[in-house]
Structure formats: structure tokens, C-alpha cells
């Protein structure tokens, strides 16, 4: 069963005053590319992110994203001294150095100061905690992953429905074309003798062995039985892939191609009505076909 490229899953958690919300969604793309969001502090959930997705996926853009929470005014706050002083030499040396260079900064307040990235410290950050989230968070990632190309395969089950169908109805199309070929034999045959009872009309000493020729290659050139049976033989090899457990869209769009390729030449050699409006619904078909095997993995 094929899986497709396309889907979307979602996890919430928490862990005392803090709340987190996981998405993740993708597209088709060449191959797999993982686009990760996730908040500040928590660069070593990166690399498992990853490690999970890249195990269960073969091609995809996909996007991550991990919003986290704390209830306001939940937990307390704890004065860091020591970034602190770090911070008010830094800001004197700047003042220092604006002074000279005859800039005149305006004050700072203490709530400006406060602000400032480590110099107020909530205890919900402390190491304890800090660690527990992170177990918390990547024990989720395994989940999140399965939840994701379970997501991913029940969209493919219905693409595989989908393209059973329209490769059913390709299979019906070289059928009818393979009637229609035989039915315009004749008139194939026909059309040659008028045409070669006129030209020996109007002609002396045709060369009998140059005729031949030429009447071999009008021959070889309005058959579409090569053409038939390599539809024949696509259409066996699409059921294949879509019969295999696996990553096949690569394969699957490079043999829509050659779908494609037989159906124009097909078309442009097809010499009656019939043929000509057959050739037409499969090339359309087949149009459908491809934009499908689009999101296949």
C-alpha cells in the first residue's frame, strides 16, 4: 500500500505550570526535508526530532512546530547577582565608550534591566525542572512520529484508491484502442492501395524496389501495435507499485512519463476518428494519473 506525502498530526502535553502543543504537517517535495521549530534551551530534542521522523519517512516537506506555555504569574522569580553584575559592567563600558565618541544614551530603567535574558530567573527554568521537561518532551517524539505516518498512510490508502481506479480505466482505453487499431486495418490497407494506384498512374518507370520501401515505411509508421503493448506493460508495472509496501513515488512518476510518451505517440499516429478520440481520454487519464502519484512517497 502506497503512503502518501501529505498529512497532519498534533499532541499536547504538560508538566506543572507548563503547557506545550505539537504540529506537525508536509507537502510532496524531491525528497525529505524537515523544517523544526522548537522554543529556545531545547537544542538536543533537535537531533531526536529528527533521528524519529528521518526512521519513519522517505520524502516529504515537513514542517514541526512546538509552542510552549507557562500560566502566568505561576511559579516565582529569583534575582541571577552575578548576571546581573555582568550586565551593569557591560552597560557602564557601553555608556564609557558612547561618551566618548560624544553619544548620549538615554537611561536605563530597572524594569529595562530586569528584562534582560538571564538577570531574572523563574524557577520553572531551574535544571530539575528544566530536564524533566525535556524527558517529558521526548518521550512524546516516538508518539508524535507514529501518529504522523499513521496519518500519512490511511491519506495513502485513499490515493491507492484513487489510482486503482483511474488504472482501471487506462487498462479499459488500451483495450479499446487495440479494437479500435484492428477495426482501421482495413482502411489502413485501403487508403495504401489508392494511393499507390495513383501514383503508378502518374508515373513511368517507377522503381519497384524503392516502392516497396516506401510502402513499408508508410507501414511501419501507422502501426501502434509497439505502442499498445508497452501500455500493456506499464499498466503491469503500476499495479506492481502499487501492490509494493514502501517509498515508490519516484519510480511511479518517472513511469507516468513514460504513460505519457506512448499515449502522443499513439495519437499522432493513430490515422482515424476513433483512435485519434481514444488516444485523447487516455492522454487525459493519464494527465489525472500524474498530478495523483504527485503526493505519493
Known sequence: MVNSM???AALKGALGNTRWAWEVRSVNARGLDLRLRLPDGLDNLETIVRKSFTERLSRGNVSLNLKMQSDAGAGSTALDSDQLDRVLVAMKEV????GDQGLHLTASTAADILSLRG????SDTR???QKALVAMLTAQVSELADLFATARAD???ALHGILSEQLSRVTSLVDQAGAAAQDRQQQ???TLRQNLALVLDNTEGVDEARLAQELALLAVKADVTEELDRLGAHVLAA???LAVTGAVGRKFDFLMQ???REANTLCSKSGSTDLTRIGLDLKTVIDQMREQVQNVE
Open 188 to 190: 489502413v490497407a485501403d
Open 258 to 260: 513514460e504513460f505519457n
Open 119 to 122: 538577570v531574572l530567573e523563574s
Open 127 to 129: 535544571d530539575d525542572d
Open 95 to 98: 555608556e564609557t565608550r558612547a
Open 239 to 241: 499495479a506492481e507499485l
Open 155 to 157: 491519506e495513502g490508502k
Open 6 to 8: 501529505t498529512g497532519f
